[in-house]
């Protein structure tokens, strides 16, 4: 039985949580990185440069309170998909598009403005697998003011189907004390299956997947023709991003 998710992220937490790696103990990280950080623009009208740089810029801003977001533990925790979960309907805040590249030799960002609804991350093809599984590792932190609140939500999209597929959701919450840096590899892989279009109810939905379908595949497999986050934000100003590889 397939999990409908409902797009206003009221996910369960019956899932199992997943928190994820901390990185090693040391310094630093060690080995060559790339890294952005994602920031929240009080305004709904990006004013600054265009160009590339090392930030992305999504609104301050983007639901009514802290209410509506489960961000409820201090720091980053990592919610996986456990089968396949899929809806019709796309989430519609700022999006952050990873858009494989074969051109490139590393990470780049092509447009860091996400306050008109996309920004976009080029991540290129020497950092994946035949398959698209990823060869890099991702962490997350969060800095700034406390008491805020944001959800990244990874999401896949199967053209053919018309589906997106969730992947799962960074729940990231501004406390106090020390911030950390959390691995959010699951973010990048999800399960998918074919749509049983001979079980359809009265609307047209069916919840239920064609037996034997079911798999976990890179968000970056030949059957997606996008992958993204959905960012919903309540005040947090700074995350930051890096990429191990």
Request: aromatic share 12%; glycine share 6%.
């Amino acid at each position: 039985m397939v999990i409908v998710l409902a797009f206003a992220l009221s996910i369960s937490l019956s899932f199992s949580v997943a928190l994820a790696e901390k990185p090693p103990m040391g310094p630093k990280l060690s080995g060559p990185h790339w890294g952005f950080n994602i920031i929240g623009h009080p305004n709904n009208k990006f004013s600054g440069d265009y160009s590339n740089g090392r930030t992305i810029m999504v609104p301050l801003k983007t639901v009514p309170g802290p209410s509506s977001l489960a961000c409820e533990a201090d720091g980053v925790v990592i919610v996986d998909d456990q089968a396949p979960t899929y809806s019709t309907s796309a989430p519609n805040t700022a999006r952050i598009y990873f858009e494989v590249c074969e051109s490139c030799t590393t990470f780049e960002i092509a447009d860091r403005d996400a306050l008109d609804g996309r920004a976009k991350v080029l991540v290129p093809a020497s950092a994946l697998q035949a398959d698209g599984t990823i060869k890099f590792d991702i962490y997350l932190r969060v800095l700034g003011k406390p008491n805020t609140c944001m959800e990244i939500g990874a999401y896949a999209y199967d053209a053919d189907q018309a589906l997106y597929f969730w992947a799962g959701t960074a729940f990231i919450s501004r406390k106090t004390g020390k911030s950390v840096f959390v691995k959010a590899n699951e973010l990048f892989s999800v399960w998918y299956c074919q749509k049983d279009v001979t079980d359809l109810d009265a609307d047209g939905n069916t919840e239920e997947c064609v037996a034997g379908t079911e798999v976990e595949l890179s968000v970056f497999n030949d059957v997606f023709e996008e992958y993204f986050w959905n960012i919903l934000n309540d005040g947090t100003r700074l995350v930051q991003v890096r990429i191990y590889y």
